[in-house]
């Protein structure tokens, strides 16, 4: 875990920083933007598409200086949803395009669905699984440098930059999509318990650590609801048990 100005530090002075935004975060980055900026130089990435107009959920990019005070934002939010900070050589018109082309991706089954590169938690696995395997560039030409929840990660990227591509065009392969859903599960686990401890801190507290995670667990695996919903059915369970 490294702060923005440690990974500033290794980015070379001859790229340029972006912030990219989801607009659809609890933690409301792109406000927190404009009042630690007074910027409005926002690009948005789904310009062109037909959701050019859904404003609600549409993610931005845009340069951001060296010294920015949004980078304090950044080191203090505990959203790991809103975004991440990268590294680029190109202008935001040509990210731009290329963020088009990952508007939507292809599931293992074919099913094509949107693509939550804003959500850092969801697309920090994603580029190191395929940064593993010098695959990262092919799907993200134009960033060199991440940070990710406070996470780097750096790229080689090609001499040459591809043209973007019309989406759908990437497919998720199913060893990428398991690691993603056991990645999911264990996010839930962790939640999970810390919402059971506020709730309930007697339930919580008459069960081993170890043993109530390897119990959250098995309940994640055989459930399918919301966190909310999940404490509710896990407290029945947990009292189900004791009785």
């Known amino acids: 875990m490294i702060s ?3 990974w500033l530090a290794t980015v070379p002075d001859n790229l340029t920083i972006y912030t990219l935004l989801g607009s659809i975060s609890a933690a409301k980055p792109v406000t927190a933007y404009f009042k630690k900026t007074n910027q409005v130089n926002l690009t948005a990435l789904w310009q062109e598409t037909p959701y050019a107009n859904w404003f609600e959920a549409m993610p931005y990019i845009a340069p951001i200086p060296r010294d920015s005070k949004f980078f304090d934002w950044v080191d203090q939010t505990k959203s790991k949803d809103w975004g991440w900070l990268a590294a680029s050589p190109y202008e935001p018109e040509t990210i731009r395009k290329h963020f088009k082309s990952l508007t939507k991706v292809l ?23 395929l940064n593993q395997k010098q695959q990262a560039a092919q799907l993200i030409p134009v ?3 991440y940070l990710i929840n406070q996470q780097a990660l750096e790229v080689a ?13 990437w497919r998720v392969e199913q060893q ?9 599960n264990g996010t839930l686990v962790e939640n999970l318990l810390s919402a059971l401890k506020e709730d309930n801190a007697p339930l919580y507290l008459s069960y081993p650590e170890s043993t109530l995670r390897l119990k959250a667990s098995h309940f994640v695996e055989m459930e399918n609801y919301t966190l ?6 896990f407290k029945a369970f947990l009292l189900e048990e004791s009785i």
């Open 4 to 6: 923005t100005q440690q």
């Open 107 to 129: 599931m293992p089954d074919g099913m094509d669905v949107f693509f939550r590169y804003w959500d850092g938690k969801y697309l920090y696995p994603i580029l190191e699984h």
């Open 143 to 145: 960033f060199s440098h």
């Open 157 to 169: 990227l090609s001499h040459n930059l591809p043209e973007p591509k019309a989406y759908p065009w």
């Open 176 to 184: 990428l999509m398991d690691k993603l859903t056991e990645a999911d």
């Open 228 to 233: 909310e919903t999940l404490v509710k059915q």
